[in-house]
């Protein structure tokens, strides 16, 4: 995610298999970039630092990942 430049690339796609959560690459195995509203980026930068304080919370607890937002297990 850009803030910057109000974009958002997408290389690939969390999916659920049962109760499994994988990566899986995108449709046409290509990046795309989207853009974002200028109204979303502020609540998109709020979720960011509401998600560094639960890792910081979770100590060695939290599963690394790139997501914004992450999915509920």
């Known amino acids: 995610m850009d803030f910057e ?4 690339t997408v ?3 969390l ?8 990566e899986d690459p995108t449709k046409n ?6 853009p974002i509203p200028l109204m ?6 709020w979720q960011c630092l509401r998600q560094a304080a639960q890792r910081a919370a ?3 607890d939290w599963k690394a990942g ?3 937002l992450r999915p509920r297990r």
């Open 15 to 22: 999916q659920r298999g049962g109760k499994e959560l994988y």
């Open 40 to 45: 979303c980026i502020a609540r998109l930068r």
């Open 58 to 60: 979770a100590w060695g």
């Open 5 to 8: 430049r109000r974009t958002l």
């Open 29 to 34: 195995r290509r990046a795309r970039t989207i």
């Open 66 to 68: 790139d997501y914004v």
């Open 11 to 13: 290389r690939s796609q």
